[in-house]
């Protein structure tokens, strides 16, 4: 006969066994930290599932649609100024994701997407800050500010795509005795095949494992050994699969063609160094002292401090790496800003299955999660407030749309993706398409340079819908050859007395 055998340790029996036929099921305790990742988790989907308005996300949206219809492009289809011209559609996988959800759903499934993986960010953001610290308090403190960080430069782009595989591969070099810590070398390859075909910041991916290895041999762990070795393998398979793509070469080393436009890049936002006088540039700094306040506290390893050092300069040289940056640091942060193993004890911080959470608090997590996808369904889909809606809209009720129109980069994408195939655009903000004799053309119609009213003449302009306080539309009013057509809050139409052929 079977008999359940107790532990005379403490004297608690075992449990009873179930009757023949059943058989119990136990679920894990929620525990505090859990709770306070699913708070991430509900925070960081907040922030990104709201209206949709991003510019460049609008042609990325139209994209998809294209790729679903007539496959990946390797031409221009949207501009008159370099219709058929090469273009590397470097996010398309991300832009027939956005296109399939489109269509399937609707624009609020999109939204539900990017909502997703802002709340995936934010919780990688937090498990690797609490690995790091062995504290939930701690990292916490440490998240906020991070995600502070992370989403004051992301939006709808395909960029939160790459910080969530970013995230992904983070996770897998810090914490070793995770489900995906312990395949790096199946892990790190899938993250870096989609990174590739999401956004060109998988460049810093790599950058990123080269710099990790770097450290960990600077601190003594060669990279022929244990762990680091599988990361080199995975490593290695990752950079012969990335090549496996719809553009072959040409899309993995779409970020250094892109590089050697400097002289296009230094008028891009995103492109520029961090400006102290901005929100994004008050935050980054803010976490650049908390990384400066972490190394007096207790002196990095020579690896961690080359790691950081290398990231937060790259955060510093441009906006659009700062997110980049806190997720790289953020586990060298946390490590120096590790309570001591006598408070950890006391607390039982440092132990993930420690401090189970009171049911009445996981039911209210459960209840500011449903209140925040119900806040995200209430909203409209897109926010178009910002572009030239009614003007666009009286110029297609009369049939003006079709020919020469001229308007800015950032209300191009809308054009593009409300109003293409029938109308082409002057130029968008796809800088690493278009020829530096465009880029320059539209720069000198944008700051009103000398010979901006020759662009107008050379590309047959008939068409003006442009911001209604800007000195062109002031300029044209001026002249014989021009009128307004209309004029709202938003833009002020102009078009030419007697079009150009």
């Known amino acids: 006969m079977r008999m359940d055998v107790v532990d005379r340790t403490d004297q608690v029996p075992a449990d009873p066994v179930p009757p023949s036929g059943t058989r119990r099921r136990r679920f894990p305790a929620l525990t505090m930290a859990g709770i306070v990742t699913l708070l991430c988790g509900a925070g960081g989907f907040g922030l990104s599932s709201g209206s949709l308005s991003d510019n460049s996300f609008l042609w990325h949206l139209r994209t998809g649609g294209y790729i679903l219809d007539h496959g990946i492009p390797h031409r221009d289809p949207y501009s008159f100024t370099a219709n058929g011209s090469r273009w590397i559609a470097q996010s398309w996988l991300a832009e027939v994701t956005y296109g399939a959800l489109n269509r399937a759903i609707g624009p609020f499934a999109v939204r539900i997407a990017v909502g997703l993986a802002g709340a995936c960010i934010a919780v990688f953001l937090y498990r690797i800050a609490f690995h790091a610290t062995k504290d939930r308090v701690r990292a916490l403190m440490l998240v906020i500010p991070a995600l502070a960080c992370s989403f004051s430069v992301q939006s709808e782009r395909p960029l939160i795509f790459g910080m969530v595989l970013l995230g992904i591969v983070v996770f897998t070099l810090e914490v070793p005795g995770s489900f995906l810590g312990r395949h790096p070398r199946v892990v790190i390859p899938a993250a870096m095949w989609v990174w590739v075909n999401v956004h060109g910041t998988f460049s810093l991916g790599f950058l990123y494992l080269a710099v990790y290895l770097f450290g960990r041999y600077l601190d003594g762990a060669p990279p022929n050994r244990g762990r680091e070795r599988d990361v080199v393998v995975g490593t290695a398979i990752a950079a012969v699969l990335i090549f496996v793509n719809p553009y072959g070469v040409s899309l993995v080393l779409f970020p250094l063609a892109l590089m050697g436009r ?160 029938e109308q082409h655009v002057f130029f968008d903000d796809r800088y690493d398409m278009y020829s530096v004799a465009v880029i320059d053309a539209y720069n000198k119609v944008l700051s009103t340079k000398p010979g901006w009213k020759r662009v107008l003449d050379h590309y047959r302009i008939n068409v003006v819908v442009w911001p209604r306080q800007a000195g062109i539309v002031q300029v044209l009013e001026e002249l014989p050859d021009w009128t307004v057509l209309r004029e709202d809050k938003v833009a002020t139409v102009l078009v030419r007395t007697h079009p150009l052929r």
């Open 262 to 421: 400097n002289q296009v890049l230094s008028n891009v936002a995103e492109w520029q160094a961090v400006d102290l006088h901005s929100l994004i540039g008050f935050l980054y700094a803010v976490w650049v002292f908390i990384t400066i306040v972490a190394f007096a506290r207790s002196r990095p390893r020579r690896g961690e401090l080359v790691t950081a050092l290398v990231f937060l300069f790259l955060g510093w040289w441009a906006v659009r790496n700062v997110a980049i940056a806190v997720a790289v640091t953020i586990p060298i942060v946390g490590r120096a800003f590790r309570a001591d193993p006598a408070t950890r004890a006391r607390a039982g911080a440092d132990n993930d299955t420690a401090g189970t959470a009171p049911p009445l608090l996981a039911v209210l997590v459960c209840l500011v999660s449903l209140v925040l996808v119900v806040r995200a369904a209430s909203q409209p889909d897109f926010d178009l407030k910002t572009y030239p809606v009614k003007s666009l809209n009286g110029l297609a009720a009369e049939h003006r749309l079709g020919g020469r129109l001229l308007t800015t980069d950032a209300w191009a994408g809308y054009v593009i993706a409300k109003y293409w195939p």
